[in-house]
């Protein structure tokens, strides 16, 4: 299930560059504006909230590991550090 997701997500985010087309030396976009800005504020919205999940979650882990005393081992919290 995660596999065919990825690859799902992986084209929604890059369908904008599968309308290109090649003048020369530069690229042209065969798409209107406004699907070029929508699907890059779907980009751009993707990463900022694949940032902040992932942000979110290391912090749990860094709390988890660092500031969360165990009752059962002996050592201080100043000889854990």
């Known amino acids: ?4 997701g990825v690859w799902i997500l ?3 985010l890059h369908i904008r560059e599968f309308g290109k ?9 065969v798409w209107s504006d406004e699907v070029v800005n929508a699907v890059s504020l779907m980009w ?3 990463v900022f909230i694949s940032s902040m ?6 912090s749990r882990v860094v709390y988890t590991l660092w500031f969360t ?3 059962n081992d ?6 854990q550090v």
Not at 21 to 29: E, L, Q, V
Not at 74 to 79: N, R
Request: some cysteine.
């Open 1 to 4: 299930m995660i596999i065919p």
């Open 74 to 79: 002996g050592t201080t919290f100043q000889q």
């Open 44 to 46: 751009h919205a993707f």
């Open 69 to 71: 005393r165990n009752v």
């Open 21 to 29: 087309k090649s003048d020369g030396k530069r690229c042209i976009y």
């Open 53 to 58: 999940l992932l942000a979110a979650l290391y």
């Open 10 to 12: 992986s084209v929604i």
